[in-house]
């Protein structure tokens, strides 16, 4: 069913280098029973699949401009309509950004848990904020 999803990531920082330290360290773990010989994996693990053909480069967004800039490029780079993506954040201005575009959004203020996601595949694609 997600076999074409593309994960992309969204960063407000002025500091980018710190910003791509924490892709290499944010570790994701495999569902119980699907390790595919490893435990863990990484979400820059994830990004450098380059879902969106051999030799495009990693879905990254990451400066200090708004989330609603990040998401226009993303959906320029990949054609995927502002409704058909789902994206998850901590902040609520952002959320309240991305989802008046269009966007459905999880608003994780204590960070990303499975249960959220979750949460988020359920309401997909409403346009609305969960959480």
């Known amino acids: 069913k997600w076999s074409k999803t593309m994960v992309g990531v969204s960063s407000r920082t002025d500091a980018p280098l710190w910003a791509l330290e924490l892709l290499r360290k944010f570790t994701i773990r495999y569902p119980d029973g699907q390790t595919f010989g490893k435990r863990t994996f990484t979400l820059q693990d994830v990004l450098e699949k380059k879902s969106t053909g ?78």
């Open 54 to 131: 051999a030799d495009a480069e990693p879905l990254i967004e990451i400066s200090y401009e708004s989330k609603a800039k990040h998401f226009e490029r993303l959906s320029q780079r990949t054609g995927v309509k502002f409704e058909d993506m789902l994206f998850l954040d901590n902040e609520y201005g952002n959320c309240e950004e991305i989802s008046a575009l269009g966007v459905t959004v999880v608003h994780c203020p204590g960070g990303v848990t499975s249960r959220q996601f979750e949460s988020g595949l359920e309401t997909f694609p409403s346009g609305d904020i969960v959480g």
